[in-house]
């Protein structure tokens, strides 16, 4: 259960990739080269690391159509460990580095297989990979942070605190937690008092100052829909509910509750954080994969759990819903250089009319760049974006009573520069993708009640409950064209 | 600026290439100035972290042996004893640089006394709880120790067994955030002890009971079980405590750790969980149904490595712990978490290994290959299939499950499933159509090889790709190393090769149907390359490629141009439609071909290419021909490169002009061991004539006014391979031994040629050449470049070779049959010139000791024979003299008194003394020794 190095190499377009942080765990080597024995294989020196990474990530010689090396067809990138392999054709190979690509910045680490010599073993008999794994999470979060972008200043200075960082969650190569996420850490945190309650090793104090009991539940909702009869339209739903418990006490008791409308249909395929306490076994009986039978659990979903300290992740769900919020249909058709455009956007009459934003793009790509826009909308605005060769469509809070809104007209491309290519978007295969945000809405029905949060510690805290539903992906295809197909569900 | 800039240059330039930086200098004056940079109270806490990095990566590069190991913990130790209290990040860090030498240096195998003292040092350190007094601070020092001992635990597994008592109440104690490392600690102790113990014959109540009562020393006697303690689920056999005993107190401390498990962090729970799954395994009084309380949790959980320890625990206890409906439930969340759009894509494809090597209760084969397990239906995974929107490894990760689990299905369900399947390569090769990125195309291509696979053997599908692969290329030639990729590729893999030869006759099919507008130059080279591989397949005929080929030539301006490229990559064509078995039928056209060529083309080389494999042609017979071509000692790469195409445009032949590296020992250098009277001075021909000669000193010294004159030392090495060295280098040629010395002591020395080295044969003899300025010991820095037998050159280090002070030694350079009285006067003269004090840098000395079992003239006639002046036993006085180039002397005056030997020193070099000092000290061993300087 333990990891014999750590890596994190930069990589800028054009460049050649640098070795920015890197550990390695001499006892680790120590055993791994006792375990494996004549198989021994040792870590090359960090110098040639980032060109080896970088080959197995595809991400060498970019002006190269082919290279044996990094295209060779039967090599097999479908797993989240590769193999480095060095000395040329034929050397030897170090395996299994695990690998985590954000932005410029690649993790990597290779666990110890702690095998008898021999052939490969399957990943899962590794106990190291799954930690590994959580380490290099960990390590992600806290490099780069909620947002996954920060700043070059910003992010080497978290660089510069690695050794720190490791001295904590991983002083000899076995990982013992995973980093501090950056920008999470708390701000009123007092010493554990000490006492006969032990303190749990995921909360470094105890919080100080006013109770507070944030409860947030955020669902987001994917559709792809195609407008025809031959291709089912698709649209599913997740959500999570995201903590913030400012309660005092070395371990108090929190309990959320999550509640479905009489007829909602169940939450499925929960997760939830490891600082649940406890967990009834018909909360996890429902799960996407599976036919549904009417009969499953529809809750109430009772989570008891002790707070860390921080923002956390207390579940996660997915649901299946009758009917997508917004149901388009796209029409497109070609004349000579011209194109014709329909679009009809209907809000479900179970959706609240009340948006935060709602806006449609409607991209065209492999075109000339757009010349005359003559299109016309029933609600909202529109913007043209001419060099992008995209119509945004500002549907703006509300939809109009009917709540149905249409756009129609012609695009002409009379221009002689080629606008933005997508291979995928070729002839009429078009889209068009929606951006919007409802507060105090889910789609599932699914709510946590204020007064259904139950906080046992001495003050009384205030407890402050929000929801609210967000698009991710949503597609509305072209339906005069053809379409890709986005999921297996719908064939059998 | 301070002075931490250059050590931060340093220590950076050290930990991106060890080699490289030591390149310059030794790891022990790299070492000694690190520790000596430690002790410097100026320096601050972050320039001493950062100085133990050194130590705390590559501690086996700076202390090569456990003796140096040793030296350098205690070194470590004493900082570290040093170091104020409250410098905490600095002490955790020695502390971790300490562990890591001790085990490393394998002091802490060999139970050595420094690792005791290190041991008992950390078990005071988590003891000391009080320390509280100095604040929070202190506790990451404890937190430290505990991961110290632990790692310490790992390598010497049973080192702590007879503490279990102690590390129990510690963690009972323990209130703090530190209580998971003192648990941790606790549990592998606990898991070792009870693993020692399963390994015995017969266990009694009182035996078990002890382990967990245990408050004594360190187990150091337990390292027998080495490191070959291999997690439960790799061992064939689980050694296992007999049944029977009572293991009541056990199950309770189970429980607690069970219970408490939750306080820890998700990895340390995971590791923990599985410390107590195979303490479980191992003891029979305890039933897997003491984790039945955590499933639920477990079930549940989102975090991956909780998960994965639910896994091993349903491989380790399978039906005993999980009923069947467990099973068919884990794995429809496994199945579920391996598409949750909230999980991130390494965890999903982990997710995704895990169903296709999942634990099942009753499991069909137990190969360890992929295999799918019963309960995963089409319609169970029909939420995997792949899809165009997902990234690379997503997509081929469900590919090749989906394939799988289609090749399982009923008929009537896979059909429509591989029809999916089917569709999805076709949209991916839309994709492709469309100037996809290069990602897309090797994404796809990577998607045909695993569907092809799978599903080579439905020929309506594999028949469709063909045509689609071709009508492809039509369009984007670009893709022919692709297609050339997966045609060897599928050919390797399956055991039946047709349909790479169908593409590739569809293939060469589309090139001969390309209106020639499309044959451009760029497009050609391409095509040119298919049509070699196509001429490979003994089953396509070739008729067809010769006819383009000659009507190209014919009809473009090519021949003209003269493109030497162009020209070889046609021949590369013609080269393998020499070893065509079907060349008798193609016979003429080929010939007209390359006689078209010899004539036409508008490039020497290739005129002369063409005409020697039109002469091949038309002398040798196809038998002659093939064997010819294929020649070469194992075919391969040094075939291509001895005929055509010998320009870069393949890879493999890149690799050829390269020269490779290998950071591994190959060769080495071996001292020939000699009698030192054989080693006589090479400059003693011309000596008769001197016979008579009078004033010998006169004679000795005016020899060096020929230049060059005894300037130079031969040692003498046998050039072997290393012990383990890659069956790949068993024969190696063309070696070009270079040298490197570390000092400017030496003249250069100039680079050694050996024709070659086999394994199996006597190593060849190599003689080096040193040119002492000053004779003093060196090392010399090998390296070597050489060619294996499939024509690669490499470049490797070979083991630094040591010449020590006495190999430096000639007997005095005077003709061979000069007469010991001779000998004696020469010796005499330049005693007295250096006892007074002639030349300035001359001086004596005096240097005693005891005979032991050894007689002195043993100990005369093994190191000074053939040094030796004169030799009076009866008198019991030896004078030996080394002659050390340039023009350096050694006199040695060597009496026997009653109780000692007295060796009476002079030299004309004083510098030399403290080598001659540690020479006599090392010959003469552990005797008594007393030295006064005269």
């Known amino acids: 259960m333990s990891i014999r190095a750590l890596w994190v190499v930069s990589h800028e377009k054009g460049e050649s990739g640098k070795v920015r942080f890197s550990r390695r765990f001499p006892t680790v080597e120590f055993r791994a080269k006792s375990l494996a024995g004549t198989q021994y294989v040792a870590i090359p020196e960090d110098c040639v690391i980032p060109q080896l990474l970088l080959t197995e990530l595809g991400l060498v010689d970019a002006d190269k159509p082919y290279v044996e090396v990094r295209d060779d067809c039967a090599r097999q990138h479908r797993s989240p460990a590769v193999e480095l392999r060095f000395n040329g054709p034929g050397g030897r190979t170090l395996w299994p580095v695990l690998t985590v690509t954000q932005g410029p910045l690649i993790l990597a680490c290779l666990p110890l297989v702690e095998a008898p010599p021999g052939p490969r073993p399957p990943l899962p008999s590794l106990a190291s990979v799954s930690q590994g794994l959580a380490l290099l ?356 | 600026m301070t002075i931490a800039d250059p050590w931060d240059q340093r220590i950076s330039a050290f930990l991106l290439s060890p080699s490289e930086f030591l390149a310059t200098t030794t790891s022990e004056s790299f070492l000694a100035e690190v520790l000596h940079e430690l002790r410097n109270d100026k320096a601050n806490d972050q320039l001493k972290v950062l100085l133990v990095s050194v130590l705390l990566e590559h501690p086996t590069i700076l202390c090569p042996s456990s003796s140096v190991g040793e030296e350098t913990a205690v070194e470590l130790l004493s900082v570290f004893s040093n170091v104020p209290q409250k410098s905490i990040v600095l002490k955790c860090n020695i502390m971790l640089a300490i562990t890591n030498v001790i085990i490393c240096t394998s002091c802490l195998a060999t139970h050595t006394k420094t690792a005791e003292d290190w041991l008992d040092l950390l078990f005071q350190t988590i003891q000391d709880t009080n320390d509280f007094r100095c604040g929070l601070s202190q506790q990451a020092l404890r937190a430290t120790a505990c991961d110290c001992l632990r790692e310490m635990e ?115 729970q995971s590791a923990l969980l599985r410390e107590l799954v195979e303490v479980v395994a191992m003891v029979p009084g305890l039933s897997p149904t003491l984790f039945k309380s955590q499933l639920l949790r477990l079930f549940g959980t989102a975090d991956v490595s909780l998960m994965h320890a639910t896994l091993f625990m349903k491989d380790t206890f399978t039906d005993s712990l999980f009923t069947a409906e467990d099973e068919n439930f884990l794995l429809k969340r496994l199945v579920g978490t391996a598409q949750h759009p909230l999980l991130r894509i390494s965890e999903k494809l982990f997710y995704m290994e895990c169903i296709l090597h999942f634990p099942e209760n009753r499991p069909i084969s137990s190969s360890g290959e992929e295999s799918l397990p019963v309960l995963v239906t089409p319609r169970l995974a029909a939420s995997l299939h792949p899809t165009v929107f997902n990234d690379s490894a997503t997509m081929l990760c469900r590919l090749n499950l989906l394939c799988l689990v289609h090749l399982e299905a009923d008929e009537g369900e896979a059909d429509k499933g591989i029809d999916y399947l089917f569709d999805h390569i076709m949209a991916l090769l839309k994709i492709v159509d469309n100037d996809g990125s290069r990602e897309v195309v090797v994404t796809s291509f990577r998607g045909l090889y695993i569907f092809l696979t799978h599903f080579n053997g439905v020929e309506q599908l594999s028949e469709k790709l063909i045509d689609r692969l071709c009508d492809m290329y039509s369009r984007h030639s670009r893709l022919a190393p692709n297609l050339i990729g997966l045609a060897d590729r599928i050919q390797e893999n399956l055991d039946d090769p047709v349909w790479s030869v169908k593409l590739l006759r569809g293939l060469q099919k589309s090139i001969m149907e390309m209106p020639p507008l499309q044959l451009t130059i760029h497009n050609l080279s391409w095509h040119l390359k298919i049509l070699k591989r196509v001429a490979k397949e003994g089953q396509i005929t070739q008729k067809n490629t010769i006819y383009l080929l000659l009507n190209v030539l014919i009809n473009s301006n090519l021949c003209e141009r003269g493109n030497w490229q162009v020209g070889n990559a046609v021949l590369a064509v013609c080269r393998n439609l020499l070893e065509h078995p079907s060349i008798d039928q193609m016979f003429i056209e080929l010939a007209d071909l390359l006689q078209y060529i010899s004539v036409h083309y508008d490039d020497t080389d290739i005129k002369d290419h063409a005409r020697f494999y039109y002469t091949l042609l038309t002398n040798l017979s196809w038998e002659k021909l093939t064997g010819l071509l294929v020649k070469g000692l194992d075919g391969g790469r040094a075939k291509e490169r001895s005929h055509s195409a010998i320009i870069a445009e393949s890879e493999g032949i890149a690799s050829n002009l390269t020269v490779h590296k290998t950071n591994r020992h190959v060769l080495q250098l071996i001292k020939v061991h000699e009698k030192a009277s054989q080693n006589s001075s090479e400059n003693s021909e011309s000596s008769q004539t001197m016979a008579e000669a009078e004033n010998w000193l006169e004679v000795y010294q005016s020899q060096f006014q020929t230049p060059g004159f005894g300037s130079e030392v031969t040692l003498r090495y046998n050039l072997t391979h290393v012990k383990e060295s890659d069956p790949l280098f068993d024969k190696v040629f063309t070696i070009c031994l270079h040298f490197e010395l570390k000092d400017s002591n030496y003249a250069k020395v100039s680079d050694i040629h050996v024709p070659c080295v086999f394994k199996d044969r006597k190593p060849p003899e190599v003689k080096v050449k040193l040119k002492p300025f000053q004779p003093y010991p060196t090392t010399l820095c090998i390296s070597a470049i050489f060619t294996t037998q499939d024509g690669r050159s490499w470049h490797s280090r070979l083991p630094d070779v040591g010449v020590s002070f006495p190999e430096i030694f000639l007997p005095v350079p005077l003709p061979l049959n000069t007469s010991c009285e001779s000998k004696e006067q020469v010796f005499d003269h330049i005693w007295e010139a250096a006892a007074s004090g002639n030349p300035d840098k001359s001086a004596i000395s005096l240097f005693c000791f005891k005979t032991g079992d050894e007689s002195l003239a043993t100990l005369i006639e093994r190191h000074f024979q053939g040094y030796l002046i004169t030799d009076h036993p009866t008198e019991r006085l030896w004078k030996v003299l080394f002659f050390l180039p340039p023009m350096c002397h050694v006199l040695l005056k060597i009496t026997q008194a009653e109780d000692a030997v007295q060796v009476s020193v002079a030299t004309d070099n004083w510098e030399l003394l403290p080598f001659v000092n540690s020479y006599l000290q090392n010959i003469t061993d552990q005797r008594s020794t007393t030295v006064t300087d005269g």
């Not at chain 1, 806290?142 to 200043?153: A, H, M, N, Q, T």
């Not at chain 1, 949503?474 to 297996?488: D, F, H, L």
């Not at chain 2, 009182?206 to 150091?220: H, Q, R, T």
Request: net charge neutral.
């Open chain 1, 137 to 492: 999470s960990g390590l992600q979060d806290f490099l780069c942070g909620p947002g996954g972008k920060p700043e070059p200043d910003v992010q080497a200075s978290r660089l510069a605190a690695l050794p720190s960082v490791l001295l904590q969650v991983c002083p000899l190569g076995r990982p013992l937690d995973t980093p501090p996420p950056a920008g999470l850490v708390p701000a009123a945190v007092a010493p554990s008092p000490g006492g006969a309650q032990k303190q749990p090793a995921w909360k470094a104090g105890v919080h100080r100052g006013r109770a507070v009991v944030s409860v947030a539940l955020t669902e987001k909702v994917r559709s792809m829909q195609y407008g025809k009869s031959s291709q089912q339209d698709i649209w599913d739903v997740y959500g999570m509910v995201m903590c913030k418990c400012e309660v005092e006490g070395v371990l108090p008791n929190v309990t959320v509750t999550l509640t479905l409308p009489p007829n909602g249909s169940p939450l499925q395929d929960i997760l939830v954080h490891p600082c649940v306490t406890s967990l009834d076994a018909s909360i996890l009986t429902a799960c996407s994969v599976d036919e549904n039978d009417g009969s499953a659990f529809s809750g109430p979903y009772k989570f008891p759990f002790s707070p860390p300290l921080e923002l956390f992740r207390l579940c996660s769900y997915t649901s299946q819903v009758p009917v997508p919020p917004i149901l388009g249909s796209y029409q497109l058709k070609a004349e000579e250089n011209h194109l014709k455009v329909n679009v009809v956007l209907k809000l479900h009459e179970s959706v609240k009319n009340s948006f935060e934003y709602c806006e449609a793009h409607i991209p065209f790509f492999n075109q000339n760049l757009m010349g005359n826009v003559e299109v016309k909308v029933s609600s909202g605005q529109l913007e043209v974006s001419k060099e992008k060769n995209l119509l945004v469509w500002v549907l703006g809070q509300k939809f109009p009573k009917s709540r149905e809104a249409t756009l129609e007209g012609t695009v002409y491309f009379s221009g002689t520069v080629a606008g933005p290519t997508d291979p995928l978007c070729t002839g009429l295969t078009a889209y068009i993708k929606l951006y919007f945000r409802v507060p105090d809405l889910t789609l599932s029905g699914c709510s946590v009640d204020q007064h259904s949060v139950q906080v046992y510690s001495s003050a009384k805290p205030r407890i402050v409950t929000t929801r609210e539903l967000v698009s991710s992906e949503y597609y509305i295809w072209n339906s005069t064209g053809a379409a890709p197909v986005s999921s297996g569900l719908v064939v059998l």
């Open chain 2, 154 to 268: 790992t390598c010497n597994p049973g080192l702590l067994s007879q503490k279990l008592e102690a590390l129990y109440l510690l963690k009972q104690q323990e209130t703090t955030v530190l209580h998971q490392s003192y648990c941790m600690l606790y549990a592998l102790g606990l898991k070792n002890a009870v693993r020692i113990l399963a390994k015995q014959k017969d266990v009694t109540d009182l035996e078990f009971k002890s382990i967990l009562g245990g408050n004594e020393g360190f187990a150091w006697k337990n390292s027998q079980l080495g490191l070959t303690s291999l997690p439960i689920n790799m061992m064939v056999q689980v050694p296992c405590l007999p049944p029977g005993l009572d293991c009541k107190e056990l199950k309770s401390i189970m429980s607690s750790l069970l219970d408490e498990s939750y306080l820890l962090t998700p990895i340390s």
